[in-house]
């Protein structure tokens, strides 16, 4: 019993201690915001960032829409070959399905060389298409999305083909709504590294002005420190805000398969 008790009050601390670490640098950004080296507290760095001058929500809009074509791009592409992954039958299935498992794994260095030359020879270098392309090609969305598809009975498949409905119907009727959490949860993944990319946009673009936020962050005055936690109060709001309002469903994703 004593041990059991040991045992509980330090699984606690260590839980505490890391949400503890873990929220220290969110608490350092806030504060430091509205902290002045010549005045104080101000909130002069808030009113600069988000009313004062454009060209910071210029690029956080730009950014959004770039994540955003590149998650609903994603996600279409995943749905559609996962579903080919869980629920079709093809030559080579198993093959293809363990490579997708491979690429999954590659560091995301040993492509920057390869997709630079595929997009030099598509010639959309140092266009929104460098990033849009490789963006939508991801295997991990594939993967999660196929996993969730496993959820839906084949028994329900069957009982709609009889029903008349064709490939379409039952993906859109019957599949997607079972496979909702792993879709979402997908589209969070694909929205978060897409938000969060600073190797690619350096790789293949060559105008400050088409950066990404995630890597003009990087350039903001180091002269006014304040500033620069606004800035990255600015690039917080996005994944908090997606984070707040489908948590439940990412988590559904992550438990592969499970049926409801």
């Known amino acids: 019993m004593r041990r059991k008790r040991v045992m509980r009050i330090g699984s606690e601390l260590f839980a505490g201690m890391m949400v503890f670490l873990c929220l220290i640098p969110f608490v350092v950004v806030i504060v430091g915001g509205f902290w002045d080296e010549k005045t104080g507290v101000s909130v002069q760095a808030y009113y600069d960032v988000f009313l004062g001058t454009p060209r910071y929500l210029l690029r956080f ?16 592409v995943s749905v559609m070959a996962g579903y080919g992954f869980a629920k079709c039958r093809f030559p080579g299935k198993n093959v293809m399905f363990f490579f997708l498992m ?23 270098l140092g266009t929104d298409g460098a990033l849009i392309w490789p963006g939508i090609f991801v295997p991990l969305g594939t993967f999660i999305i196929s996993q969730s598809f496993q959820a839906v009975s084949d028994e329900v498949i069957d009982m709609a083909r009889l029903d008349g409905c064709g490939l379409v119907r039952i993906l859109v009727q019957v599949a997607v709504p079972v496979a909702r959490g792993g ?14 990319m600073v190797e690619q946009p350096i790789a ?15 350039y903001v005055s180091t002269t006014d420190q304040a500033r620069q936690f606004v800035c990255c109060i ?10 707040s309002c489908f948590h439940r469903e990412m988590v559904e994703g992550i438990v592969f398969g499970e049926e409801k």
């Not at 809009?61 to 279409?76: D, E, N, P």
């Not at 917080?236 to 805000?241: D, E, V």
């Open 204 to 218: 293949y673009l060559k105008d400050f002005e088409k950066y990404p936020i995630s890597v003009a962050l990087a």
């Open 183 to 196: 879709i979402v949860c997908a589209a969070l993944l694909a929205f978060l590294d897409a938000w969060n």
């Open 61 to 76: 809009w730009r950014s959004l829409f770039l994540c955003l074509t590149i998650t609903v791009g994603q996600v279409f």
């Open 102 to 124: 491979i690429l999954m794994v590659l560091p995301l260095q040993v492509t920057l060389v390869p997709n630079y030359i595929m997009l030099d020879q598509m010639d959309l």
């Open 234 to 243: 600015l690039v917080l709001l996005p994944p908090l805000f997606l984070f």
